[in-house]
């Protein structure tokens, strides 16, 4: 609340007149790339069942500042952009599809909003439909529209996200509430220490920062049980293999994975990668928030809720997606930094009867 006081006096009179003014300022924090259920930067291509669920109805949108491929029965509950082009089989979208290069939708895949291919073409094939409208830089053609077609008509691309620079800071994690979120942060030098910690399953909300660079692996078969919020914080790769469940204990508990992000690395090493394969589980409603500026390959069926973020991004066969907006780095501090405000239309507050000195 901003509450601003006014004293004048009339001329030749010892009296002073006041007015008091107040007003209600109301701040929406801007998440740029962090409020995206999916988000890849160079490039997105999914595979063989893809569901991405809403966190408040149909917000789970995926973006790509890259090319969007993605095929075999998908459901997104949310829109899909792509600086690219967008090319997506089988499924629905349960809002828009905007690409700034062509949009095809093919195998009876239905988006309920709107298809948009702001330079390009827009081809629907095997009964495909859009329940919105149509609008291409080019031609239309296939399909089913069921609201207006109009082509040739060229527009801007979608509003353009940079990949979001996570770097780490300790105080944001560990700094007592508010300023920061209270975590105790254990370091490793080694990957089977810090492995093992996270295995055991400390009591508590943990960062567990990995550095030098190193492998995390977790084999066929391995149960890691969390008893609070943890952040793995590593230099290194993190990588599942076949069945690996993570399940929680007396949470619902958040699970970040983060390689922060840094200039110059070498993504064709593997030393980065994250790699999380063959069924493995994020059970009990766990939260997984996943940020890295080079490769994250998501493979066979995984369970799981909260956000991913990275560079370039592959997954193939089926995965449910729960999104929903997890705290960042430490939770309730907001890496952007940056808050909108509105302004509210002051009131006088004499006449609302509010008393003033």
């Given at each position: 609340?901003?509450?601003?006081?006014?004293?004048?006096?009339?001329?030749?009179?010892?009296?002073?007149?006041?007015?008091?003014?107040?007003?209600?300022?109301?701040?929406?924090?801007?998440?740029?790339?962090f409020n995206?259920?999916?988000?890849?930067?160079?490039?997105?291509?999914?595979?063989?069942?893809?569901?991405?669920?809403?966190?408040?109805?149909?917000?789970?949108?995926?973006?790509?500042?890259?090319?969007?491929?993605?095929?075999?029965?998908?459901?997104?509950?949310?829109?899909?952009?792509?600086?690219?082009?967008?090319?997506?089989?089988?499924?629905?979208?349960?809002?828009?599809?905007?690409?700034?290069?062509?949009?095809?939708?093919?195998?009876?895949?239905?988006?309920?909003?709107?298809?948009?291919?702001?330079?390009?073409?827009?081809?629907?094939?095997?009964?495909?439909?859009?329940?919105?409208?149509?609008?291409?830089?080019?031609?239309?053609?296939?399909?089913?529209?069921?609201?207006?077609?109009?082509?040739?008509?060229?527009?801007?691309?979608?509003?353009?996200?940079?990949?979001?620079?996570?770097?780490?800071?300790?105080?944001?994690?560990?700094?007592?509430?508010?300023?920061?979120?209270?975590?105790?942060?254990?370091?490793?030098?080694?990957?089977?220490?810090?492995?093992?910690?996270?295995?055991?399953?400390?009591?508590?909300?943990?960062?567990?920062?990995?550095?030098?660079?190193?492998?995390?692996?977790w084999g066929?078969?391995?149960?890691?049980?969390?008893?609070?919020?943890?952040?793995?914080?590593?230099?290194?790769?993190?990588?599942?293999?076949?069945?690996?469940?993570?399940n929680n204990?007396?949470?619902?508990?958040?699970?970040?994975?983060?390689?922060?992000?840094?200039?110059?690395?070498?993504?064709?090493?593997?030393?980065?990668?994250?790699?999380?394969?063959?069924?493995?589980?994020?059970?009990?409603?766990?939260?997984?928030?996943?940020?890295?500026?080079?490769?994250?390959?998501?493979?066979?069926?995984?369970?799981?809720?909260?956000?991913?973020?990275?560079?370039?991004?592959?997954?193939?066969?089926?995965?449910?997606?729960?999104?929903?907006?997890?705290?960042?780095?430490?939770?309730?501090?907001?890496?952007?930094?940056?808050?909108?405000?509105?302004?509210?239309?002051?009131?006088?507050?004499?006449?609302?009867?509010?008393?003033?000195?």
């Open positions: 609340m901003v509450v601003s006081k006014g004293t004048a006096a009339t001329a030749g009179s010892t009296t002073a007149v006041s007015r008091t003014m107040q007003s209600e300022v109301r701040f929406t924090p801007i998440f740029g790339g995206k259920a999916i988000f890849s930067d160079t490039g997105l291509n999914l595979g063989n069942q893809l569901t991405v669920h809403g966190y408040q109805g149909n917000d789970g949108d995926v973006y790509t500042n890259g090319n969007f491929s993605l095929n075999n029965n998908t459901q997104i509950s949310g829109s899909a952009y792509s600086q690219g082009f967008a090319d997506i089989a089988q499924g629905v979208i349960k809002a828009n599809v905007w690409a700034n290069n062509y949009v095809h939708l093919s195998n009876g895949l239905q988006a309920f909003g709107n298809a948009t291919s702001s330079t390009s073409y827009i081809s629907l094939s095997s009964n495909s439909t859009v329940f919105g409208n149509a609008k291409a830089g080019t031609t239309i053609s296939g399909g089913t529209i069921q609201g207006t077609s109009t082509a040739n008509s060229p527009s801007g691309p979608p509003p353009q996200v940079p990949l979001p620079h996570l770097t780490y800071n300790q105080c944001a994690w560990t700094c007592a509430p508010p300023t920061g979120a209270g975590y105790t942060e254990v370091d490793y030098s080694s990957c089977a220490a810090a492995q093992a910690f996270i295995t055991n399953g400390a009591v508590g909300d943990y960062v567990v920062k990995v550095s030098p660079t190193c492998a995390l692996s066929n078969n391995s149960t890691v049980t969390l008893k609070g919020n943890v952040a793995i914080i590593t230099d290194g790769s993190f990588t599942t293999v076949n069945q690996t469940n993570w204990v007396g949470g619902p508990w958040t699970l970040y994975v983060i390689r922060p992000w840094q200039a110059g690395l070498n993504c064709a090493t593997g030393n980065y990668n994250i790699n999380v394969s063959n069924n493995t589980n994020f059970n009990n409603n766990m939260k997984l928030f996943v940020y890295k500026s080079v490769q994250r390959r998501l493979r066979q069926q995984q369970r799981r809720g909260g956000q991913r973020t990275d560079h370039r991004r592959y997954g193939d066969h089926h995965e449910p997606d729960d999104h929903e907006l997890c705290p960042r780095p430490g939770p309730g501090v907001q890496p952007h930094g940056l808050q909108r405000a509105a302004l509210v239309p002051p009131r006088d507050r004499e006449r609302l009867g509010t008393a003033t000195s």
